[in-house]
Each structure stands twice: as C-alpha cells, then as structure tokens.
C-alpha cells in the first residue's frame, strides 16, 4: 500500500460543529483597534499575573519570604484583564449568559421578540453599571471630598486606585457600545421579519 493509496480525511465530526466558537471577526477600524487593545491587554496582564503569582509562590515556600504587597499588584492587574476581557466578549458575542430562548425556543415573532427584549433589558443594566464606573472613576480622581485631596491609594505601594477603576470603566463602555450594536441588529430581525 502506497502513501498515494491512503487518503486522510480530517473533518470534524458533526456532534462537534455546534461548539466551535462563531467569534466575528473585526471589521471596522474602530473594531479592529479596539480589539487590538483588549487582546494586547489581557495578554500581557495574563503573563504579568503569573509571573507575580509564580514568584509570590517562590518566595513564600522555597524561601520563606513574603513578596512586599504584590497582592495590590494583583488586584489592578486582574481588574484589567477581567474588564478587557469582558469588552472581548460583548464585541465577539461571548459573554457569558444563560440564553435559554435561543435553545428553547422555536424560531418565529416570539422568539425575535424575546430576543430583542433580552437586547434592550442588557443594554439597560450595562449602561447603569457604565454610569456607576464613571462615579467610581470620577471617585479615584477626585478623591472622597471631590477637592483632588486624599485621593484614594493603595497601602503599601500608594498606588492610586483610579488607575484600577479607569480598567472598571473602559470595560463597561466597550460592553455598552457592543451591546446596542447587538439591540440594534437584533430590532433589524424583529422588525423586518427574520430577515438578517
């Protein structure tokens, strides 16, 4: 039996097709650099994390010392990355969400409805929680007096927690900007009839 006799067919079975990820690709500029920025971010925070973490780990148990207030480190970091990340998901569809109307549902009115609704009630929620990041944001500059006095910092490196509250914000707009694209597309499907 030759090499030109065996014929190698690599497919994907068709029980695995429904779980590759549908992730639309950046199409305009603003996309493509937004999407630059989240990547970027999350992977340098995610190298930047373990790293930390890893000599965190060293210290402690190969030699018995602590690493002096990595854990404010930690947590500014981890802010980035899980706020870049969610602005990811809300621009490729990924978020997390319990979409039982997609699964459930027949496709027809009601489920382009339910659909639509889910849209506009996520769009609501992410807009207040955007509105409540920018008084975090506005918090970390201003301070507690509102003077730019006693901003507020963390303890032992006084790093200003603006800088971690900036991340809260900057994700939650990113979330709110792809989710009313996401209303918007969804009301273009209810309102002309299923027709994308």
């Not at 500029?29 to 060293?58: E, G, P, R």
């Not at 690493?67 to 990811?88: D, N, P, R, S, T």
């Amino acid at each position: 039996m030759s090499i030109d006799e065996i014929k190698v067919e690599q497919t994907i079975p068709s029980d695995l097709e429904d779980i590759q990820p549908n992730v639309r690709p950046p199409k305009c500029l603003f996309d493509k650099i937004t999407v630059s920025f989240y990547s970027i971010v999350c992977f340098v925070m995610s190298i930047l994390l373990t790293v930390i973490i890893s000599a965190a780990t060293i210290m402690r148990y190969i030699f018995e010392m602590d690493l002096y207030g990595y854990e404010e480190w930690i947590k500014i970091f981890a802010f980035w990355l899980y706020f870049m990340g969610a602005g990811y998901g809300a621009f490729a569809g990924t978020h997390v969400s319990a979409d039982l109307v997609q699964s459930y549902v027949k496709e027809g009115v009601i489920k382009r409805l339910l659909i639509f609704i889910k849209t506009v009630i996520t769009l609501g929620v992410t807009l207040l929680f955007t509105k409540y990041g920018w008084d975090y944001l506005i918090f970390g500059f201003l301070g507690p007096l509102g003077t730019g006095v006693a901003l507020p910092r963390t303890v032992a490196w006084r790093i200003p927690l603006w800088t971690a509250y900036l991340s809260i914000f900057l994700g939650l707009v990113s979330m709110s900007y792809y989710f009313m694209w996401d209303m918007i597309r969804a009301g273009k499907i209810l309102f002309s009839g299923g027709k994308k």
